[in-house]
């Protein structure tokens, strides 16, 4: 099993940055990709930004140029640096790993509140 604990979550006012960690442990064999994804009013996740193991990154739309993705391949952890936060952001974030082999793991999430 592999366990994903979120951290760094919080509240901000609009313009601030926050940082969230996710750390992966357990029987990890082969990390592929690691991301961060929001839940939607409606319920539904949507992928805020995502890392590959060779480090290709990817972006939503809505948070190009504000939030960037990293990744410490020794500490199995992935991190997100959230800069000029809108309140629009507010929403629980979500760790997730996929390994090479095709398993998905997600993380309990942690919520960000962004106050106008």
């Known amino acids: 099993q592999v366990q994903l604990v979120e951290s760094g979550g919080g509240l901000v006012q609009a313009g601030g940055s926050l940082r969230l960690s996710c750390a992966a442990s357990g029987n990890i064999f082969s990390i592929n990709t690691m991301g961060w994804y929001h839940q939607t009013p409606g319920g539904q996740r949507e992928l805020v930004a995502a890392?590959?193991?060779?480090?290709?990154?990817t972006y939503a739309d809505s948070v190009k140029g504000r939030f960037t993705i990293s990744r410490d391949s020794a500490k199995n952890t992935v991190y997100l640096q959230m800069n000029s936060l809108k309140p629009e952001d507010t929403a629980v974030y979500s760790c997730n790993l996929w390994t090479r082999r095709g398993d998905n793991y997600w993380g309990k999430g942690t919520l960000v509140t962004v106050s106008s």
């Open positions: 890392i590959t193991s060779g480090a290709s990154t």
